[in-house]
C-alpha cells in the first residue's frame, strides 16, 4: 500500500501534484464528453466539471507562480465531499467501485473549502487506485460544536503495520506515485487547524481529516464583497474605450469579444513600434491592458510614454511576469492593477472597474 508519499517536497511540487490530480479528473470528464453516445444533458454535465476542474488546475498554478490565491471560504463539508465525488466518478467507475455517504454531519460548516477539496481528491483517489473492483469507498461526515471530522475508508489492502508510522514522511509503495499527497494533503489540513491521521481498521485503509467547525459571526465584515454579475460587469465597463497592447491575437480576440459584449470598445496594438506611433492618434482612452512583451525592448520607456500620452487611462497589466517585477511597476501608481496570465474576462473586467472608480472626478 502507497504510505502515499516521498521526498522533501517543495511548494511547487505540491502545487504540481494537486494541479495533476485536477488534470486527472478533467480528462477523465473529457473523454466521457467525447464519447459519440452520449445525451445531451449527460455532455452538458460532463463539460460542466471538466471546466471546473480546469478552473481549479489554472488557480493551482496562478498560485504556485505567486499570485494571490481567491479569499478562503467557508462550506458545508456535505456539499464540498459531494463536489469531490461528482468530479471522481469517472475514475470510481473504471475501477469498478462505488462511494458512500454516511454520517450526520453535512450540515457543519469548514473553512477553507478550496484547499480542503483538494485533500478530500488526494485522499479518494488514492482510495480508488488501492479498491478492488465491486468494493465500496466509506466517506463519513460527523460533527460536534466544535469540530468536524470526514473519514474515507476503503476495502483494499490496508497499511503494512511496518510502514503504518511513517505513512507521512513522504514515500510511495505505488507504481507511479510521486509520494508527495499524504504529506503535502497532513500540511494543508494542519494549515487549515486541523489534522490527518490514519485510523486503525479491521480491513482496508482508513483516513481521517480533522478540522474545526466554521464559527458563524454575526459581525459586519471589513472585507468588501466583489461583484461578479455580468450585469453588474457590464456597468462597470460599458461606454469605455480600452487599448489593448498584446502580441497574442488570441488573447486580444478573446478581450475584444468579452469586452465587447459588456459595451466596451477595444482598441488592440500588436507590437511596441505600433504602439508609439499611434499614441498622440488614439483619442480618449479610460483603461489600458499591456503586455510586456510587445514593449520587452522597453518596458520603462513604454510605460512612461502611455502614462505621459494618456494621463486618464489607468494601466491594467496583464502578463506572468516575476513579482518583484510587479512590485516595482505599480509602486506610487494607485491606479495600476496587475492580473497574471492565464486568466478571464470577469478579472479584466473587475481590474479595470477598480481603476475607473480611482479616476480623479
Not at 460544536?145 to 505505488?174: C, K, N, Q
Request: some cysteine; glycine content about 10%.
Amino acid at each position: 500500500m502507497e504510505d502515499r508519499d516521498r521526498g522533501s517536497g517543495t511548494g511547487a511540487a505540491e502545487a504540481l501534484h494537486d494541479v495533476s490530480n485536477a488534470l486527472t479528473v478533467l480528462l477523465g470528464w473529457l473523454e466521457e464528453a467525447a464519447r459519440d453516445e452520449l445525451p445531451p444533458e449527460e455532455l452538458r454535465r460532463a463539460i460542466a466539471v471538466a471546466t471546473r476542474k480546469a478552473r481549479e488546475a489554472r488557480t493551482l498554478a496562478r498560485e504556485a507562480i505567486g499570485a494571490t490565491p481567491p479569499r478562503a471560504m467557508a462550506r458545508p463539508v456535505g456539499d464540498l465531499v459531494r463536489e469531490v465525488l461528482d468530479g471522481l466518478e469517472i475514475e470510481a467507475a473504471r475501477a469498478g467501485v462505488v462511494f458512500t455517504i454516511e454520517g450526520d454531519g453535512a450540515a457543519a460548516e469548514v473553512d477553507g473549502a478550496a484547499a480542503l477539496g483538494h485533500v478530500i481528491t488526494n485522499l479518494l483517489l488514492n482510495a480508488i487506485a488501492f479498491s478492488p473492483a465491486a468494493s465500496t469507498i466509506h466517506v463519513r461526515l460527523s460533527s460536534d460544536e466544535r469540530r468536524v471530522r470526514i473519514e474515507i475508508a476503503d476495502e483494499g489492502p490496508g497499511v503494512d503495520p511496518g510502514v503504518a508510522d511513517a505513512l507521512f514522511e513522504g514515500r510511495t509503495s505505488r507504481p507511479g506515485g510521486a509520494g508527495i499527497g499524504l504529506r503535502h494533503a497532513r500540511d494543508m489540513v494542519r494549515r487549515l487547524g486541523g489534522d490527518l491521521v490514519h485510523a486503525t481498521a479491521s480491513a482496508g485503509a482508513t483516513f481521517e481529516v480533522r478540522l474545526p467547525r466554521h464559527v458563524v459571526s454575526n459581525a459586519p465584515s471589513d472585507v468588501p464583497r466583489r461583484t461578479s454579475s455580468s450585469a453588474s460587469m457590464k456597468s462597470i465597463v460599458n461606454g469605455t474605450r480600452v487599448l489593448v497592447v498584446e502580441d497574442d491575437r488570441a488573447v486580444c480576440a478573446l478581450l475584444d469579444a468579452g469586452l465587447g459584449a459588456r459595451g466596451a470598445e477595444v482598441i488592440a496594438i500588436h507590437d511596441g513600434a505600433s504602439l508609439h506611433e499611434r499614441l498622440a492618434t488614439l483619442g480618449p482612452i479610460d483603461a489600458v491592458l499591456l503586455d510586456l512583451s510587445p514593449i520587452a525592448s522597453d518596458v520603462q520607456g513604454s510605460i512612461s510614454a502611455v502614462r505621459e500620452a494618456l494621463p486618464d487611462a489607468g494601466i491594467v497589466f496583464i502578463s506572468g511576469s516575476a513579482v518583484a517585477l510587479e512590485q516595482d511597476l505599480t509602486a506610487g501608481h494607485p491606479r495600476t492593477r496587475w492580473v497574471r496570465k492565464p486568466f478571464e474576462v470577469g478579472e479584466i473586467t473587475q481590474a479595470i472597474g477598480e481603476i475607473l472608480r480611482l479616476r480623479p472626478r
